[in-house]
């Protein structure tokens, strides 16, 4: 059974957000004194004395707007109210009783959902603030002051959320979901991709560039696995970033790569690998995830030949040549060609981001290795290795004991590294490889 859902909506600028992240517990939401920062579902965890269920903050609505971004952010805000358990709407208690309040109210009722009002910035203690009695006139009858900046009323009101949520399953979270992001710059299809794997709008999806603004979570099961995708904002460069909202947008994403399993790295078939492409796959590759280069939008080059495909993937490989390791693949989100192929390669890069090798079977390698190529010197003393051992995952890590560090020339580091992916393969992932000098051992 899936844990409860409970949606927070409102017209916007209310402070939905900042509730969101009060009851969460982290800044997973934009919070940011401008209307529509918003856009699409965002979901978070929450726990109240003991119970769990999950939190969605949705765009803000504005009834009988004629404007495609507002269309679209209702339209999610509506979706969240479909499936939502019990629903928490917020309003502004400075501004008082709203036109959009009262429509946004009456959508609501319609609902036939558990409704509570969050009367929110009430945030002075005491006694009760007078502007508040008239948002009574909504009709909704459980109506609790609160302050999602210092959290006063949250208490009383998830006491409300108990009461009118069903009992959660208490199963844990499935450690065998995958964790998926798709990165990549502006405008390369991200949510187009996600919109096509879920089979529904469960993001905008516009031309505009920069209508993603928050890392989004999404729930992906079939018969290769479970899976929590996550579509993120398009990275710009820092000299375009020329607001905070924006700034926000590129932590989020940033954010994004560090809590995945595994990075789609989407990049635009008609542009080819970028200047931006390249350190967007670089913070993927710093950051020791599994990655996938994903050329985007191949049902939109023209004059394909023969071995089009081909020259295209070396192109990309000499461009992303610190990713050697990474699978390319070309699809059309678009048009859902090739789109099927992603989740056996997720799976597998997955795998060999997570291995383990043997103490053993290492150095077997390395004997093998320093026999085929012998160690550097220096000034007359050789470098010796005395033996390597796995120290972690994701990335696989290795630890190499030697006589002295100093002598360890880099061009020797991947020379081992290359014949242990030749043995082991560990395609989709990169390998850290930590040097240490061993005691004082003498040369013989």
């Given at each position: 059974m899936a844990k409860p859902l409970v949606a927070i909506v409102g017209r916007p600028n209310v402070g939905k957000s900042?509730?969101?992240?009060?009851?969460?517990?982290?800044?997973?939401?934009?919070?940011?004194?401008?209307?529509?920062?918003?856009?699409?579902?965002?979901?978070?965890?929450?726990?109240?004395?003991g119970r769990h269920f999950s939190l969605v903050d949705t765009g803000g609505i504005e009834p009988g707007t004629e404007n495609d971004m507002l269309k679209f952010m209702r339209r999610q805000a509506e979706i969240g109210i479909e499936l939502a358990d019990a629903i928490i709407m917020v309003v502004d208690v400075?501004?008082?009783?709203?036109?959009?309040?009262?429509?946004?109210?009456?959508?609501?009722?319609?609902?036939?959902?558990?409704?509570c009002l969050a009367v929110n910035k009430c945030d002075s203690i005491g006694l009760v603030n007078p502007d508040v009695f008239e948002f009574y006139s909504l009709g909704i009858g459980d109506l609790f002051e609160t302050s999602a900046i210092h959290g006063h009323g949250t208490g009383d009101m998830l006491d409300w959320v108990l009461e009118n949520i069903p009992e959660d399953s208490g199963e844990e979270e499935d450690s065998d979901v995958i964790k998926v992001a798709i990165v990549g710059k502006p405008n390369v299809g991200k949510s187009s991709l996600l919109n096509k794997i879920l089979g529904e709008e469960r993001v905008i999806v516009s031309n505009v560039a920069g209508t993603t603004r928050d890392a989004i979570d999404s729930e992906f099961e079939n018969e290769t696995?479970?899976?929590?995708?996550?579509?993120?904002?398009?990275?710009?460069?820092k000299s375009k970033v020329d607001d905070m909202i924006e700034r926000y947008s590129?932590?989020?994403?940033?954010?994004?790569?560090?809590?995945?399993?595994?990075?789609?790295?989407?990049?635009?078939?008609?542009?080819?690998?970028?200047?931006?492409?390249?350190?967007?796959?670089?913070?993927?590759h710093e950051a020791?995830?599994?990655?996938?280069?994903?050329?985007?939008?191949?049902?939109?080059?023209?004059?394909?030949?023969?071995?089009?495909?081909?020259?295209?993937?070396?192109d990309v490989r000499r461009d992303l040549a610190y990713m050697t390791y990474a699978p390319v693949v070309f699809l059309s989100a678009l048009t859902g060609s090739r789109v099927d192929k992603l989740f056996p390669m997720i799976q597998e890069v997955h795998r060999q981001n997570t291995s383990r090798i043997t103490t053993g079977a290492l150095n077997s390698i390395l004997a093998d290795a320093t026999t085929r190529v012998q160690p550097p010197s220096d000034k007359g003393r050789r470098l010796k290795i005395y033996y390597m051992t796995q120290a972690g995952t994701k990335p696989p890590h290795f630890v190499i004991f030697c006589n002295d560090a100093r002598l360890f020339h880099f061009s020797y580091q991947r020379y081992l590294e290359n014949q242990i992916r030749e043995v082991f393969g560990l395609q989709g992932t990169p390998v850290r490889i930590t040097i240490r000098q061993k005691g004082d051992k003498e040369d013989s």
């Open positions: 900042m509730l969101f992240n009060k009851l969460t517990g982290q800044r997973t939401s934009i919070v940011e004194d401008t209307p529509g920062v918003t856009r699409d579902r965002i979901y978070g965890d929450c726990e109240w004395c400075r501004s008082g009783v709203t036109a959009a309040d009262q429509d946004v109210a009456t959508m609501l009722r319609k609902s036939r959902k558990p409704v696995g479970k899976y929590t995708f996550i579509d993120t904002a398009g990275m710009r460069r590129n932590m989020r994403s940033i954010n994004a790569i560090e809590r995945a399993d595994v990075c789609l790295i989407l990049i635009d078939a008609n542009d080819g690998v970028t200047e931006q492409d390249t350190k967007i796959a670089g913070l993927v020791g995830k599994a990655a996938i280069i994903v050329v985007n939008k191949w049902d939109a080059v023209a004059d394909k030949e023969t071995n089009t495909m081909r020259d295209k993937e070396l």
